[in-house]
């Protein structure tokens, strides 16, 4: 993954990973190198794939924990290397709602909760 | 340096883990702490009025006839976030400028009249408790304050009714609907709109499903971890289970309004036309705004962003007519700012006070 930000489906696995750490680290449940080995190896399934995994996360991670270092992303927040991760999720985020397609996918989940309520109002 | 940066990563999600073990340990307390008492002094099925009184009078102050405002509220959440806090009161702070503070609050939908349209909202509640408080007030002047869509519905009122009007504050108001910045509309674009006018109604727990959706890494994720560094500062976790509680607390929304305002402002981005139009009640209405208007909004503002009001300048007829405030805050923060600086509702009753009229 680490040198590759501009290939698209990378780029999205790794964005992937580091929401589902994210929840993680909120759920309590990364407390040490141990819990962080073994979160990042339960992507993998076999022996030779999680070297090459771990390597590559672990250098990812770095790389984007680093622009707290160089200032791109100036923060006050308490924890501020997990909030810079956060902020980070959630640019990428709101980006992808005004120049991709994020804002459709939203709006499709939107109506099917709408399509439930209908079907839930007429049957009452 | 990628070492000690990992260890550090490291340390940070150990600390947050604990912290959070700290917090389960205690039992964090909903708090209740107006600054004010109410009265209703008009109750409707779709709606109430309120009058407020400070709790704490201790000095009388003098009511200037000129200050009589009319809170409107949005229908999104409670309007209780208008007098949340002791010292961090909207209404407390106009209370202490000599101001009389009537509210509109409206009803969860399904406990009054079931086909209800913008325009009710718009102009005949509004109207209703504008002649209600002329005539319990021996005619003052009304001055409007509109909250967020309430500040729409207090434009659209002042636009139709310019004579009733003194004069018009609004706060955290959209006027333009298609800025940049703007995530909502981008989402509402995809909106089925025939689907939503179908619907008899769009529950709480769905709409604060939705505002969670335009930022849901600061909603759902990081505010806890400020709330874990901050779980020892007891005025900070009072206010943090206020806003908790007041977040949460979202009622029930007619779905033909929901849509109706969905197609009018996000989908026509109606101020920007020269006339706003209402079909239901063969209503056009000419854009242009000519009483005393003051603008306030925040510059971190994600869900109405500033560029989305400031719009407004271009409504108002003379530059002498508006004025507008910023404040270093979000869009609730507005409503709940204390401290040195001047608050929104000092600012609106020195406003109110001033020979501009």
């Known amino acids: 993954m680490k040198n590759s930000r501009s290939n698209k489906k990378q780029t999205l696995d790794e964005y992937l990973i580091f929401n589902a750490l994210v929840d993680k680290i909120i759920a309590g449940e990364i407390r040490d190198e141990k819990s962080l080995n073994c979160f990042i190896d339960s992507f993998c399934d076999n022996g030779i794939e999680i070297k090459k995994f771990r390597k590559n996360f672990i250098g990812n991670l770095i790389d984007l924990l680093s622009e707290v270092e160089t200032g791109l992303y100036k923060s006050d927040d308490c924890f501020p290397l997990v909030s810079m991760m956060l902020n980070y999720l959630e640019r990428n985020y709101i980006k992808d709602i005004h120049l991709g397609d994020s804002s459709k996918k939203l709006g499709e989940i939107i109506n099917k909760l709408l399509e439930y309520s209908q079907s839930f109002s007429q049957r009452q | ?357």
Not at chain 2, 87 to 113: A, H, I, Q, R, Y
Not at chain 2, 178 to 186: H, I, L, Q, V
């Open chain 2, 1 to 357: 340096m990628s070492d000690v940066l990992l260890k550090s990563f490291l340390t940070e999600c150990k600390e947050i883990a604990g912290g959070f073990e700290r917090l389960n340990s205690k039992h964090l307390k909903s708090h209740k702490d107006s600054f004010c008492t109410r009265d209703v002094v008009k109750d409707e099925p779709d709606y109430c009025l309120y009058l407020y009184q400070s709790a704490y009078s201790r000095k009388k102050k003098h009511l200037n006839k000129n200050k009589t405002v009319l809170i409107i509220y949005s229908l999104i959440n409670r309007a209780t976030i208008v007098d949340l806090q002791r010292n961090k009161s909207l209404v407390g702070d106009l209370l202490d400028t000599g101001c009389k503070v009537f509210l509109l609050d409206w009803k969860e939908f399904g406990s009054g009249t079931n086909n209800l349209s913008l325009s009710d909202y718009s102009f005949q509640f509004i109207d209703e408790c504008v002649d209600f408080i002329k005539y319990a007030t021996n005619n003052s002047d009304v001055n409007l304050i509109g909250l967020c869509q309430g500040g729409v519905f207090s434009l659209l009122y002042a636009l139709k009714n310019k004579n009733k009007v003194r004069s018009l504050a609004l706060m955290s108001t959209p006027i333009d609907f298609k800025t940049e910045k703007d995530t909502m509309s981008k989402i509402l674009e995809h909106i089925n709109l025939d689907l939503l006018y179908s619907v008899p109604y769009v529950s709480g727990s769905m709409l604060n499903s939705f505002f969670s959706m335009l930022a849901p890494y600061s909603v759902l994720q990081k505010k806890y971890l400020t709330l874990i560094a901050k779980q020892d500062d007891p005025e900070f976790v009072e206010k943090f289970m206020l806003m908790e509680n007041w977040r949460m607390d979202s009622p029930r929304v007619s779905g033909p309004v929901l849509a109706e305002f969905i197609h009018i402002f996000y989908h026509s981005n109606a101020f920007y036309n020269e006339f706003i139009e209402f079909k239901s009640i063969k209503l056009k209405l000419d854009t242009k705004i000519d009483v005393p208007v003051l603008n306030l909004y925040g510059a971190k503002d994600r869900l109405v962003p500033p560029d989305a009001s400031t719009a407004l300048s271009g409504m108002v007829v003379k530059r002498s007519l508006y004025d507008e405030v910023s404040f270093d805050c979000g869009h609730i923060g507005m409503y709940t700012m204390g401290g040195k600086e001047k608050t929104p509702g000092q600012v609106i009753g020195l406003w109110l006070g001033e020979e501009l009229f």
